[in-house]
């Protein structure tokens, strides 16, 4: 149980499209505000998470984009989902220029350490913090890596699962050395893992072989109820709590929380 103060802040990134971070994002979201309260904000100008969470792009109003450029408070930004204890900072229609815009800013890569700092009576309220980051290592992912506490990595299982990944653990490496010195990898999460295809095993092997204890136990296997959830505006979690998916998420939140009561 993080300290009630300071809420623990991951991020989920990786500059990979479709391989499951904001599936994860807003699953683990669901599952940790069972017994947390939970704040998601959507840092991917596709808006996946905040339409994955039932927000439409014609309903969101401010969101990321105002908080981070703007300045807007928290609380002017943030809304409640259909999931108790679970709020959500979406992804507003202005946050696909906010790349351009950051470069240009002062303090640009701390924006969002910044906001979420300074507004102390409101994130106080809140457990966990996660980004939803968008597929690039750009300006808005390394503002969620200096707000962050740690990063979870999805990886999809998948041949070339291991190709790419240094990008992103180099940049972790960097934004260590340069900005969040106590960024911590909090682990990765295999996805799309198909049991019926001996592949998946070579690939699982393959990545615990190269980041050892650093994965994580629990793999998320390939369900097509996943794939249909967004659809209908719910986390799989929630859309179908008996799913192979849904269990799996639910089992993948035990397992970052026993770890993290572990440390
Ligand atoms: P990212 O955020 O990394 O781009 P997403 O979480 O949006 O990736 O996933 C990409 C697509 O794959 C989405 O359509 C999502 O519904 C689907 N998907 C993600 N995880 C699974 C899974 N375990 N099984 C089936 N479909 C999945
Ligand atoms: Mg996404």
Request: negative net charge.
């Amino acid at each position: 149980m993080p300290d009630r103060a300071k809420p623990r802040v991951i991020a989920f990134a990786n500059q990979k499209g479709g391989v499951g971070k904001t599936t994860t994002a807003i699953n683990l979201a669901t599952v940790l505000a069972a017994a947390h309260k939970v704040l998601l904000i959507d840092l991917d100008p596709q808006g996946n998470a905040s339409t994955g969470l039932g927000l439409d792009r014609t309903e969101r109003g401010a969101g990321a984009y105002a908080l981070l450029i703007e300045g807007q408070p928290l609380a002017e930004v943030m809304r409640p989902t259909g999931v108790p204890d679970l709020s959500l900072i979406p992804a507003d229609t202005d946050l696909a220029g906010a790349e351009v815009e950051l470069v240009a800013m002062e303090d640009r890569e701390r924006r969002l350490r910044q906001a979420l700092h300074t507004d102390k009576a409101r994130t106080a309220g809140f457990d966990y913090i996660l980004l939803d980051c968008p597929p690039s290592l750009g300006l808005l992912t390394v503002n969620a890596l200096v707000a962050a506490d740690s990063v979870i990595v999805p990886l999809q299982t998948e041949f070339f699962a291991l190709e790419g990944v240094s990008q992103i653990t180099q940049t972790i490496d960097r934004i260590r050395r340069a900005l969040n010195p106590s960024l911590a990898l909090e682990g990765i999460v295999l996805t799309m893992y198909d049991r019926r295809n001996n592949l998946s095993e070579l690939v699982a092997q393959d990545v615990r072989g190269f980041f050892k204890d650093k994965v994580f136990e629990t793999v998320i296997p390939r369900n097509i109820r996943i794939t249909e959830a967004p659809s209908h505006g719910l986390p799989v979690t929630v859309y179908d709590a008996r799913s192979p998916g849904a269990l799996a998420y639910v089992a993948l939140g035990e397992e970052m929380l026993r770890r993290q009561g572990a440390r």
